[in-house]
């Protein structure tokens, strides 16, 4: 799936007992976000312009949120990436390789369409063969994890949400997680995607971030090992080594430990910002436990536009 890389691929320092370093650091070195976007221009909207003019507010507008099918092979396309999502027309030199018909008899695949998997409310905990792509939502089953290679999803969190900001110089923060009462099953962390290159387009963008992720642990990493244990995701590419953008997505490791997922009902909660970052210089320890040499950066960030999205699945 070739539009995630073309329009841009995205993806609370604890000091814990000294053991945990190592972990840590392995952690970093084998673990890559799993967080993508697709921007998919409106075809026949109003330019921003002429919005900027209207009495809508400048803000970022929630579309849909699901849990979607993931798909069946992964890596299945010819460069190695995943047969969806998928966007028609979508490269700058026309269609994408991946998608570039539909149809019958075929015509191009247009620009206002996009390739997901099926939305489901009902998701199997134990591997289920004709179940979505048969692996099912419990990392300990599957025996994934951030330490797994490979790494088997269950399914996809997407939330599509329109930028109507026509902010172009902040940076897009990406945040998940699917909790089960007090209980956290995933945690992305803060994902800074980077600059909000779809803030400034005309017409205004629809943004679909995606995120294929499983449930709880994996052999080896429970929560003995936490924080960021699983599928609660530890720092990458952080702390930075210079106060600015590393020119790659990086994560904030959140803290959290991650329990091994239940029958009923779980939450899943998206938070996706625009935000201004803040670096701090931090030496020593700081620096060292997460394997960066000392000095390094923190990052805060200054949100102006934020938007949560939350629903329901139900596993058994």
């Known amino acids: 799936m070739r539009n995630s890389r073309s329009f841009q691929s995205l993806a609370s320092l604890a000091l814990v007992a000294f053991f945990i370093c190592g972990q840590q650091a392995a952690a970093q070195e084998k673990y890559r976000p799993h967080v993508n976007i697709v921007v998919a221009r409106q075809k026949h909207a109003a330019s921003n312009a002429a919005r900027l003019g209207s009495t809508l507010p400048a803000n970022l507008y929630a579309l849909l949120g699901a849990f979607t099918q993931t798909y069946p092979i992964i890596g299945a396309n010819a460069d190695g990436t995943d047969i969806w999502p998928c ?13 570039p018909t539909i149809g019958d008899p075929a015509m191009i695949f247009p620009s206002n369409a996009t390739v997901i998997g099926n939305p489901a409310f009902v998701w199997q905990l134990n591997n289920t063969s004709g179940s979505g792509n048969g692996y099912g939502c419990n990392a300990l089953t599957n025996g994934t994890g951030h330490l797994g290679i490979p790494y088997f999803p269950c399914g996809q969190v997407e939330t599509w949400y329109e930028d109507d900001t026509n902010d172009t110089t902040d940076e897009i923060l990406y945040s998940m997680t699917v909790t089960q009462g007090s209980r956290t099953v995933a945690d992305s ?18 943004v679909l971030i995606y995120d294929p992720i499983n449930l709880g642990y994996g052999p080896g990493d429970g929560p003995l090992t936490g924080p960021n244990n699983g599928n609660c995701t530890p720092n990458y590419n952080y702390p ?14 959140a803290g ?18 625009l935000g201004a970052p803040v670096y701090t210089q931090v030496m020593g320890i700081a620096c060292t436990f997460n394997g960066v040499a000392s000095p390094c950066y923190t990052v805060k960030w200054i949100k102006k536009y934020e938007l949560s999205q939350k629903w329901n699945i139900w596993l058994e």
């Open 87 to 99: 966007t028609g027309n979508s490269t700058s030199t026309g269609p994408d390789p991946d998608c």
């Open 189 to 206: 962390g803060v994902v800074d995607i980077g600059p909000n290159t779809s803030g400034g387009l005309t017409p205004p963008s629809d």
């Open 240 to 253: 930075l080594t210079s106060p600015a953008n590393p020119g790659e997505e990086y994560l904030v490791a």
């Open 256 to 273: 959290k430990t991650c329990v091994q997922p239940l029958a009923g009902t779980a939450t899943i909660t998206v938070t996706t910002a």
